[in-house]
């Protein structure tokens, strides 16, 4: 477009050249024509001006503003602060588990109301026994009593002493012991890795029979494989108890389940054996007088 405003006002400048030899009312007209085109072209040059400055200032690069703030650098993970901690709600105050109930053995596990003097059913050690416990007012257990042990069974009263044990040597030598403490000695020896035959649980019953006013202690080495399963098979014939009771109670004294495990199945089997076995016929003892006061 200023190409084209140059060129007319090009070519009125020459008709103004030619128009020398004119007239003077023909310059005049040539002039006034002339200074209109030059003010069209100026109108015309302004516009086109002011429409191209938009277009220029979008070209323009936009003004830099403040620089935006940069993030701080991020710390070390040994640098960084924790993290704030969620409190832990308070632990609940620890609950105590009951005691349970001790498991009730023989007339009590019946309902029945025990022998007022009977003491409690617990193992405990005495001098010169271990694994001691009283079975019933005249029946005691334990473990091999040593000169010590035989001295207390005398002073409480024990007329008979019943031993287990299957060491001949032990055997002599325990007999010159408890016969010279004027005590009468009876030996059934057997081991526990077998079960007792059916002739020693005749002779032990029979001992016991034969004897109800008597005290009697029973032990072997250790008081609770051999001796324990004597107990209970006597609880079972003569006291009536449970087959369960009677096998807790060798437990509660110790009894060596895991290198033993036939002779709680022997006594479990005891009550069948009981009705059938012809040997222990009119063996079983009557249960135990109380002390004479």
Not at 192 to 211: G, H, K, M, W, Y
Request: aromatic share 8%; net charge positive; with cysteine.
């Amino acid at each position: 477009m200023w190409i084209m405003l140059g060129k007319v006002v090009d070519h009125v400048e020459k008709m103004n050249a030619q128009t020398s030899a004119q007239t003077s009312a023909q310059k005049y007209r040539v002039h006034g024509a002339a200074r209109f085109l030059r003010v069209a072209a100026a109108l015309l040059a302004l516009t086109a001006f002011s429409s191209s400055v938009p277009a220029m200032r979008a070209q323009q690069p936009p003004t830099q503003s403040e620089p935006p703030k940069q993030a701080p650098p991020q710390q070390a993970p040994s640098q960084q602060a924790p993290p704030p901690s969620t409190p832990m709600p308070p632990a609940p105050p620890p609950q105590t588990a009951p005691t349970p109930k001790p498991i009730p053995a023989g007339p009590a596990a019946r309902g029945e109301t025990p022998d007022a003097d009977m003491p409690p059913l617990t193992s405990h050690t005495v001098p010169g026994i271990n694994n001691f416990g009283q079975v019933t007012p005249r029946l005691y257990r334990g473990a091999q009593p040593s000169n010590k042990g035989y001295d207390l069974l005398q002073k409480m009263g024990v007329d008979i002493v019943v031993n287990f044990r299957n060491e001949n040597d032990q055997v002599a030598e325990e007999r010159r012991a408890v016969e010279t403490r004027n005590m009468k000695y009876f030996s059934i020896p057997w081991s526990a890795t077998d079960n007792p035959s059916s002739l020693q649980v005749r002779e032990f019953f029979e001992i016991l029979r034969a004897n109800p006013d008597k005290r009697v202690f029973v032990h072997c080495q250790k008081g609770a494989d051999r001796t324990g399963t004597m107990m209970a098979i006597y609880r079972i014939a003569t006291e009536k108890w449970q087959v369960t009771d009677a096998v807790k109670e060798m437990h509660d004294y110790h009894y060596h389940a895991f290198w033993f495990p036939h002779l709680a199945r022997f006594v479990q089997g005891f009550p069948q054996q009981l009705q059938l076995d012809p040997t222990l016929v009119g063996a079983v003892p009557a249960p135990a007088k109380p002390p004479t006061p």
